[in-house]
């Protein structure tokens, strides 16, 4: 119930009206985000802080300013606000919006060092994925030969391999995991966010099954024209997202190596058949060599923020809670594994887009796809050929940019 002739203050007029409930970003074991979300409900009360605008204000000072009047909670209100994990979720949520975004530009990045490398488009052509056919894989080989159409790298080449490194070959398979794993997760949050996750469980007419024991019956009850059951659930347990986005981590993980190791290979000449660190020709500077410690640093950071923690924990409330789940934590490292691909990403496009000019200026002009030229072009708007050494970390942050907005995937 709320006091007072103002408005009602609930989560929709907090939207609505641009309130901000200021909330911790850690605390919470994810087994309802109870300690995160009773910020929410204090607000509600006209306690604690928000942000209006953008500017921190007090619950009271809030609520006042939207013409809203405080919450005072009755029945099981105040539970209902703690016992939820729409904090955590929410986090969750945003930390796939960003794996997203990399998992689309994949083909794209890739077709671009494919063809940096002079690389051979056979791992991915539909005769060789029909043959072992997981769910997905088709759908994604299919991506990058369509971001290679009309590429030079369909016609016969007398210097090109057999066969490139496994971190080429291989990739349209870690596409598919990510993919999958995205999919996973966007199905076990569609269920989490559409459903209710409240313990005990308020159902109106509830289903009379198993009311004929009397265990069961005592939860129904009836009153005031209503009728209903209140029944202690687990349905505070996230771990179905928990797994899920743990799964994608995991998978975005070998998105990333698979880039770093592109990347390594990009830079020697055994391989590319170009110059060494893919410095220019007649400048001959470092070029690329130091600058592969970034990229190799930021995967070792996304391998520690892959391993699982949703078991980790110590029995709390009297022994009571003994299980967890950490979603907070596992949206928090998927968020992070995003984000440092995204600068692996943009290491590997200012080595493919500078094998591509190395190529033409020293193999002879080919023809590029329209969908990898326009990714150059974009790009070279942005971050110039190398021709003599220079200071890189503008130009990273530029390229993981162009990422992060899906320019790679336009």
């Known amino acids: 119930m709320c006091s007072g002739e103002a408005a009602c203050t609930t989560g929709k007029e907090f939207l609505n009206k641009g309130i901000t409930p200021e909330i911790p970003s850690r605390g919470s074991v994810g087994e309802a985000d109870i300690t995160m979300s009773s910020h929410v409900g204090a607000l509600m009360m006209g306690e604690w802080r928000a942000k209006v605008d953008g500017k921190e204000m007090s619950g009271k000072e809030a609520l006042q300013k939207a013409g809203l009047k405080p919450l005072v ?28 975004t990399i998992i689309d530009a994949t083909p794209r990045v890739f077709a671009l060092s494919l063809e940096a490398l002079n690389g051979n488009i056979a791992p991915v052509l539909p005769q060789v994925t029909k043959v072992h056919p997981f769910s997905g894989l088709e759908e994604e080989a299919s991506k990058i030969r369509d971001n290679l159409k009309g590429s030079y790298l369909w016609e016969k080449n007398k210097d090109r391999a057999l066969q490139d490194p496994l971190s080429f070959r291989t990739t349209v398979y870690t596409m598919r995991e990510a993919r999958e794993a995205l999919k996973d997760l966007d199905k076990e949050i569609k269920v989490q966010i559409n459903s209710s996750d409240d313990n005990p469980a308020t159902i109106l007419n509830a289903g009379k099954d198993y009311a004929d024991h009397s265990q069961v019956a005592m939860y129904f009850v009836e009153g005031n024209g209503l009728k209903g059951a209140i029944i202690p659930t ?3 347990e996230p771990l179905p997202v928990a797994m899920a986005a743990q799964r994608l981590g995991i998978a975005m993980t070998h998105l990333s190596h698979n880039s770093v190791q592109r990347t390594i290979h990009l830079s020697d000449d055994h391989f590319t058949g170009l110059t060494r660190f893919l410095s220019d020709p007649e400048n001959k500077g470092h070029a690329f060599g130091a600058i592969q410690k970034p990229f190799v640093a930021m995967h070792a950071d996304s391998l520690a923020q892959s391993n699982p923690v949703s078991a980790l924990g110590t029995p709390v409330a009297g022994d009571i809670e003994d299980t967890y789940t950490n979603l907070p934590l596992v949206a928090e490292r998927l968020k992070r594994i995003a984000d440092n691909t995204g600068y692996v990403y943009s290491l590997e496009m200012l080595h493919s887009t500078q094998g591509i000019d190395l190529r033409k200026k020293l193999k002879g002009d080919f023809k590029m796809s329209e969908a990898t030229r326009k990714l150059y072009q974009d790009y070279r708007a942005k971050v110039p050929y190398v021709s003599r050494d220079r200071i890189y970390t503008d130009n990273i942050e530029d390229g993981k940019q162009m990422i992060m907005n899906g320019i790679a995937s336009k």
């Open 73 to 100: 909670p009755e029945g099981k209100d105040a539970l209902a606000i703690l016992s939820t994990n729409a904090a955590a979720v929410a986090e969750t949520m945003d930390a796939a919006r960003h794996a997203r």
């Open 234 to 236: 687990s349905n505070f």
